[in-house]
C-alpha cells in the first residue's frame, strides 16, 4: 500500500488530486501504455503514450544525479477507482488520505497487482530518468497530478491537451534568461558572449542576433538567432555542459574532466581560466575576416543570402576550428590578420553565398563547410582528418 496526503482539485473535465510522493516510491507503482499497433488484431492501434526517447533518457538520467535537479511541473497519473480509498484527514480542512492498494478482482475484474495501479499520463521520462538517481543522493520527492477511475478516453484527452496545448519556449528567450543566472556555466558563457557580440558597434555582428529569436523592435538586418550563436559556441567549451555548471556552483570549474583535449573543445582552456575575453576576440576576430573577405555577402540581409543566416553561420563555425588549429600550437588569440590569411585561399565568391547554390539546412552549411575546408586546408581534406 502507498499513501499520499493530497487536496482536492475541481476543474471542467473533472475533479482530480494534487500531492508529492518520494520518486522510489512512485516507481513502485507506476505503468505506461505506449500507443503501437495491438499485437492481437493487425491494424489496430492501442496506448496513448509516446515511444521513450533513448537520447531524453540519457540526458535525463544525467540531470537527476545534479545537485540543482528540479521537476517542478506535476508527473499526471491515473488510478483505477478499484486501487483507491479516500478519505478526511481530521483536523485538516481540505486535506485526504488517498491509500493506493492492489485490487485482486474480487468482483469478477481482472485484478491490478500494486505496480500497476498507477498510469502514467504524463512524465514518464521524467520517471524513467529518476529511476537512474544515486539514491545516496537522498530523497527526490515528485509532485503528482491523480485522476481518479479516468477511462481511457479521458486519459487520452489529457495527455493531448497537455502536450499539444502548450507551447514550446523559444530557445533563444531561455538562453536570455542566462542573464539573471548567479553562477558560470557554459551555457552562461555562451550567451555572454553572444550578446557582447552583439553590442559591439565595431564588430562582425553588431545587430545581428535577435537576442529572443525574434526580431528586435527599431532594429533591421538581424538574421541570426540568439540560440544558433550560442549553440555554435557551445561545441568548443567543455564537454558536459551540464555537469560543469554543478562544478562552478563548488567552485571546481577550473578543473578539467578526464581526457579534455583542447583540440577538440578549442575554447575549453579559456572557459577554465574565466577568460571569456580570448574566447570573445577568436570568435570577433575570424568573422572579422570573414566580412572583409565577403563584405556584402555578409552585410546583406537580403532573402536570398545565406551567409549571416544559420547555413552560413553553422558552416562559417565548424571551420572556425580547422582554421584555428591550423595557425595554433596552444591556445591563443588569433588574429583577424591571421584568418584573412587562411580566407585567402578560398576562391568562393560572395554572389554564389545564396540558397540557390546552397540549401537551407544541414545540407547547405556542409556543403559550404567542405568547400571552405578543400580550399583553405587542402591537407587536411585530402588525409581525411577533418575535425568534428
Same mark, same amino acid.
Given at each position: 500500500?502507498?499513501?499520499? =496526503?493530497?487536496?482536492?482539485?475541481?476543474?471542467?473535465?473533472?475533479?482530480?488530486?494534487?500531492?508529492?510522493?518520494?520518486?522510489?516510491?512512485? *516507481?513502485?507503482?507506476?505503468?505506461?501504455?505506449?500507443?503501437?499497433?495491438? !499485437?492481437? =488484431?493487425?491494424?489496430?492501434?492501442?496506448?496513448?503514450?509516446? +515511444?521513450?526517447?533513448?537520447?531524453?533518457?540519457?540526458? @535525463?538520467?544525467?540531470?537527476?544525479?545534479?545537485?540543482?535537479?528540479?521537476?517542478?511541473?506535476?508527473?499526471?497519473?491515473?488510478?483505477?477507482?478499484?486501487?483507491?480509498?479516500?478519505?478526511?484527514?481530521?483536523?485538516?480542512?481540505?486535506?485526504?488520505?488517498?491509500?493506493?492498494?492492489?485490487?485482486?478482482? /474480487?468482483?469478477?475484474?481482472?485484478?491490478?497487482?500494486?505496480?500497476?495501479?498507477? $498510469?502514467?499520463?504524463?512524465?514518464?521520462?521524467?520517471?524513467?530518468?529518476?529511476?537512474?538517481?544515486?539514491?545516496?543522493?537522498?530523497?527526490?520527492?515528485? =509532485?503528482?497530478?491523480?485522476?481518479?477511475?479516468?477511462?481511457?478516453?479521458?486519459?487520452?484527452?489529457?495527455?493531448?491537451?497537455?502536450? !499539444?496545448?502548450?507551447?514550446?519556449?523559444?530557445? #533563444?528567450?531561455?538562453?536570455?534568461? @542566462?542573464?539573471?543566472?548567479?553562477?558560470?556555466?557554459?551555457?552562461?558563457?555562451?550567451?555572454?558572449?553572444?550578446?557582447?557580440?552583439?553590442?559591439?558597434?565595431?564588430?562582425? %555582428?553588431?545587430?545581428?542576433?535577435?537576442? @529572443?529569436?525574434?526580431?528586435?523592435?527599431?532594429?533591421?538586418?538581424?538574421?541570426?538567432?540568439?540560440?544558433?550563436?550560442?549553440?555554435?559556441?557551445?561545441?568548443?567549451?567543455?564537454?558536459?555542459? +551540464?555537469? +560543469?555548471?554543478?562544478?562552478?556552483? $563548488?567552485?571546481?570549474?577550473? %578543473?578539467?574532466?578526464?581526457?579534455?583535449?583542447?583540440?577538440?573543445?578549442?575554447?575549453?582552456? %579559456?572557459?577554465?581560466?574565466?577568460?571569456?575575453?580570448?574566447?570573445?576576440?577568436?570568435?570577433? =576576430?575570424?568573422?572579422?575576416?570573414?566580412?572583409?573577405?565577403?563584405?556584402?555577402?555578409?552585410?546583406?540581409?537580403? /532573402?536570398?543570402?545565406? @551567409?549571416?543566416?544559420?547555413?552560413?553561420?553553422?558552416?562559417?563555425?565548424?571551420?572556425?576550428?580547422?582554421?584555428? !588549429?591550423?595557425?595554433?600550437?596552444?591556445?591563443?588569440?588569433?588574429?583577424?590578420? +591571421? %584568418?584573412?590569411?587562411?580566407?585567402? *585561399?578560398?576562391?568562393?565568391?560572395?554572389?554564389?553565398?545564396?540558397?540557390?547554390?546552397?540549401?537551407?539546412? #544541414?545540407?547547405?552549411?556542409?556543403?559550404?563547410?567542405?568547400?571552405?575546408?578543400?580550399?583553405? *586546408?587542402?591537407?587536411?581534406?585530402?588525409?581525411?582528418?577533418?575535425?568534428?
Amino acid at each position: 500500500m502507498t499513501v499520499i =496526503n493530497v487536496l482536492r482539485v475541481a476543474q471542467p473535465i473533472g475533479e482530480f488530486y494534487i500531492g508529492a510522493i518520494d520518486s522510489r516510491a512512485l *516507481l513502485e507503482i507506476t505503468t505506461v501504455d505506449v500507443r503501437n499497433f495491438s !499485437l492481437g =488484431n493487425a491494424g489496430e492501434i492501442d496506448g496513448i503514450q509516446r +515511444e521513450l526517447s533513448r537520447t531524453r533518457l540519457r540526458d @535525463l538520467s544525467q540531470y537527476v544525479n545534479l545537485d540543482y535537479a528540479t521537476f517542478p511541473t506535476s508527473v499526471i497519473l491515473a488510478i483505477d477507482s478499484r486501487c483507491v480509498d479516500l478519505s478526511d484527514i481530521p483536523g485538516c480542512q481540505g486535506l485526504k488520505r488517498l491509500e493506493i492498494s492492489s485490487y485482486d478482482g /474480487e468482483d469478477g475484474g481482472k485484478p491490478i497487482p500494486l505496480e500497476a495501479s498507477a $498510469f502514467v499520463i504524463d512524465g514518464q521520462h521524467r520517471l524513467a530518468g529518476l529511476a537512474n538517481r544515486d539514491d545516496s543522493k537522498g530523497p527526490f520527492d515528485v =509532485n503528482v497530478s491523480i485522476f481518479v477511475g479516468a477511462d481511457i478516453s479521458d486519459q487520452a484527452e489529457i495527455f493531448s491537451r497537455v502536450n !499539444l496545448a502548450q507551447t514550446k519556449v523559444n530557445k #533563444s528567450l531561455t538562453y536570455d534568461l @542566462l542573464d539573471y543566472a548567479r553562477d558560470k556555466s557554459p551555457y552562461k558563457v555562451a550567451h555572454d558572449i553572444v550578446v557582447a557580440l552583439n553590442a559591439d558597434e565595431r564588430g562582425p %555582428f553588431y545587430r545581428k542576433i535577435k537576442r @529572443l529569436g525574434v526580431r528586435t523592435p527599431g532594429v533591421d538586418g538581424e538574421t541570426l538567432a540568439q540560440a544558433t550563436v550560442v549553440e555554435g559556441l557551445l561545441r568548443y567549451l567543455p564537454q558536459n555542459q +551540464e555537469k +560543469e555548471r554543478t562544478k562552478s556552483i $563548488f567552485g571546481r570549474s577550473r %578543473f578539467t574532466e578526464p581526457n579534455e583535449d583542447w583540440r577538440q573543445r578549442i575554447f575549453a582552456k %579559456f572557459y577554465r581560466d574565466d577568460d571569456s575575453l580570448s574566447i570573445y576576440m577568436n570568435v570577433s =576576430n575570424f568573422f572579422e575576416a570573414v566580412s572583409d573577405k565577403w563584405g556584402d555577402a555578409w552585410t546583406s540581409p537580403g /532573402e536570398g543570402q545565406i @551567409l549571416p543566416r544559420t547555413t552560413g553561420y553553422n558552416a562559417l563555425i565548424r571551420f572556425m576550428k580547422d582554421a584555428y !588549429l591550423s595557425v595554433v600550437s596552444e591556445p591563443r588569440i588569433v588574429e583577424k590578420e +591571421e %584568418f584573412a590569411a587562411i580566407l585567402e *585561399l578560398v576562391n568562393i565568391d560572395g554572389a554564389d553565398l545564396n540558397k540557390d547554390n546552397y540549401l537551407p539546412g #544541414s545540407a547547405g552549411a556542409g556543403k559550404l563547410y567542405g568547400q571552405l575546408v578543400q580550399q583553405a *586546408l587542402p591537407s587536411k581534406y585530402s588525409q581525411g582528418t577533418l575535425f568534428d
